[in-house]
């Protein structure tokens, strides 16, 4: 069965710094793209970063840009997402998915984790 | 950044009503169109990809149409287990963006 499981989410102060992990099953992990997406309270979902399956490509959204990394190990079949100098505006369940592509590049989110809320609060 | 813009934001349906939802794009992207389906506390699933390919193992109930900046999903016959949120996704450029959702409650 293909499976993402998110952790390390929790409540951190503005500033601080945290670090998600995603724990990918179930599938060839180091053949795909990876992607996270967030979802703030009351809010729609919004595309976070990809990172490309050897790790050499790296996109990410305005608003996290030069706070936010992604990364992975595809030897433990596992992606992260880095977080530091954390706002409250990044208060969010956060999920991982893998990035499928199909023809003419066209591609998209499937499967996805189930999320780890993350919560940036004094 | 290519905007999606999706309507209506909310819809109250019956169980075997048939519903479409609409998505369009601030510019033409294609057919890189997809569409999820969300449920409170559970992951965002694929129904659609390249605006009208159904997923493996998705209902055929469930369709997409359309090309360029204007797309839609249609439900033929709405079942309890349909109600959730909706997001269409564009994957034409970078940064990916989603619709706003569109909440499909039970009337």
């Known amino acids: 069965e293909v499976q993402l499981v998110e952790s390390g989410g929790g409540l951190v102060q503005p500033g601080g710094s945290l670090r998600l992990s995603c724990a990918a099953s179930g599938f060839t992990f180091s053949s795909y793209w990876m992607s996270w997406v967030r979802q703030a309270p009351g809010r729609g979902l919004e595309w976070v970063a990809n990172?490309?399956?050897?790790?050499?490509?790296?996109y990410y959204v305005d608003s996290v840009k030069g706070r936010f990394t992604i990364s992975r190990d595809n030897a433990k079949n596992s992606l992260y997402l880095q977080m530091n100098s954390l706002r409250a505006e990044d208060t969010a369940v956060y999920y991982c998915a893998s990035r499928s592509f199909g023809s003419s590049w066209n591609n998209w989110f499937d499967p996805w984790g189930q999320g780890t809320l993350v919560t940036v609060s004094s | 950044d290519i905007q999606m813009t999706q309507s209506p934001s909310s819809l109250s349906a019956s169980v075997g009503d048939r519903v479409t939802i609409t998505c369009r794009a601030s510019q033409s992207i294609s057919n890189y169109l997809n569409w999820y389906q969300h449920k409170p506390g559970k992951a965002p699933k694929l129904l659609i990809h390249?605006?009208?390919s159904l997923q493996s193992g998705v209902p055929s109930r469930f369709s997409g149409s359309g090309s360029g900046t204007d797309f839609t999903l249609t439900i033929s016959s709405l079942q309890p287990e349909d109600f959730a949120t909706y997001y269409c996704q564009q994957s034409y450029i970078t940064p990916i963006t989603f619709g706003q959702g569109t909440r499909l409650e039970i009337k």
């Open positions: 390249a605006a009208s």
């Open positions: 990172i490309k399956e050897d790790g050499a490509e790296k």
